[in-house]
């Protein structure tokens, strides 16, 4: 079992740029997709970011392409998502969470993913 927990989230002007950190337990950390996701007051959870286990391949949702980058850390067992020119629709709670099965290079799909951090809530004021 996988526990993790996101942090890093907080009040920033439109332009800023934030870096949350997902943290995570468990020995097979390294060995699973990690997805980032999100999700603005009203609307659904979606894709945002996501990694590969060995960190080779990235995927970016077309919404912040050029301006988000994640990366992990198998050996501190975090993974990280960069932010940088924030925008006030970038206002959402950000989940991070685990792919279901093992050495998969990635879904966007949030019912492929088992395990789920409680969040972390970032807010880009205008």
């Known amino acids: 079992q996988v526990q993790l927990a996101e942090s890093g989230g907080g009040l920033v002007q439109a332009g800023g740029s934030l870096r949350l950190s997902c943290a995570a337990s468990?020995?097979?950390?390294?060995?699973?997709?990690i997805g980032w996701f999100r999700q603005a007051p009203g609307k659904e959870r979606e894709f945002v970011a996501g990694i590969s286990p060995s960190g080779g391949r990235i995927h970016l949702a077309d919404s912040v392409k050029g301006r988000f980058s994640i990366s992990r850390d198998n050996v501190k067992l975090t993974v990280y998502l960069q932010m940088n020119s924030l925008k006030p629709e970038d206002t959402a709670v950000y989940y991070c969470?685990?792919?279901?099965?093992?050495?998969?290079?990635?879904?966007?799909?949030?019912?492929?993913?088992?395990?789920w951090g409680q969040g972390t809530q970032v807010t880009v004021s205008s």
């Open positions: 468990g020995r097979t950390f390294s060995t699973y997709y």
């Open positions: 969470a685990v792919d279901r099965i093992p050495y998969r290079l990635g879904s966007v799909t949030i019912t492929e993913y088992e395990y």
